[in-house]
């Protein structure tokens, strides 16, 4: 039977160079059957301000602790780290590559919740976690959820968001249950995390808020200038392709 590992790191910024320094995870082998880890490690580096300023992580509290390769969550992960299991992240690009940078190499397969959310819910104006803890209603079951599994609550906590994540996982398998019938709804949403996401609008710059296919053609060179001088993201990549028929 597949496992589900949901998982959340905090860290000592947001920088090519930072690390983690707490990992909350839920690994899920069954309704009844939930493990918890919420753990505080020590990295090569201290926690910048800014960072102790979203997620009030201060250098006395990793006092003691050991490097995050010794955390009973990163021995767990390896061991489930195959193709039976999901790891499983909102912004997983962010988060894989902090484990990247502790020496694992993913032999599992993916969910990012946010990527998935893009594409079912291409409505929403925003797509973080917290934007649909309240959007979604999702505050609504936490406490008891939190209480099911001794967890407290706090935004921007590792594990706290995990706990919120689980409620956005669920809620987004009935979505995909609903717009895919028949098809299983983990396989559709690792297929989703790898699948490209036509952008229809604009969410910066001077042409915010505006039709990225009608920019095109009203602003040509604004369009290649973004293509050979910004390091675009895989949407964007992908969407301009697509509209100046490179795909």
């Not at 999901?86 to 694992?104: R, S, T, W």
């Not at 929403?124 to 599994?149: G, I, N, T, V, W």
């Not at 249950?177 to 710059?205: D, Q, R, S, Y």
Request: proline share 4%.
């Amino acid at each position: 039977m597949a496992q589900y590992i949901l998982f959340d790191t905090e860290t000592t910024g947001n920088q090519e160079e930072d690390r983690i320094i707490q990992v909350g995870a839920m690994v899920v082998s069954s309704k009844s059957e939930v493990d918890i880890y919420d753990e505080l490690c020590l990295a090569p580096l201290s926690i910048k301000i800014e960072a102790m300023e979203v997620h009030g992580i201060t250098p006395e509290l990793l006092e003691g602790k050991g490097k995050f390769t010794d955390t009973k969550f990163y021995k767990t992960l390896l061991g489930l780290n195959t193709q039976d299991n999901y790891l499983i992240a909102h912004n997983m690009p962010f988060d894989l590559g902090m484990l990247k940078k502790e020496g694992f190499e993913p032999n599992i397969k993916l969910i990012d919740t946010l990527r998935v959310a893009k594409h079912l819910l291409p409505e929403s104006p925003y797509h973080r976690l917290q934007y649909f803890r309240y959007s979604m209603k999702l505050y609504l079951d936490e406490q008891k959820e939190a209480q099911k599994y001794n967890i407290t609550i706090k935004a921007h906590d590792a594990i706290g968001d995990v706990l919120v994540m689980k409620l956005l996982l669920s809620k987004l398998v009935i979505l995909v249950k609903e717009k895919f019938p028949g098809v299983n709804p983990m396989v559709k949403m690792a297929e989703l995390t790898k699948t490209p996401i036509f952008i229809e609008t604009f969410k910066f710059g001077k042409y915010k808020g505006q039709k990225i296919e009608d920019v095109c053609d009203k602003d040509i060179g604004y369009i290649n200038w973004m293509m050979d001088k910004m390091e675009l993201d895989t949407d964007l990549q992908y969407t301009l392709d697509k509209i100046m028929g490179h795909i």
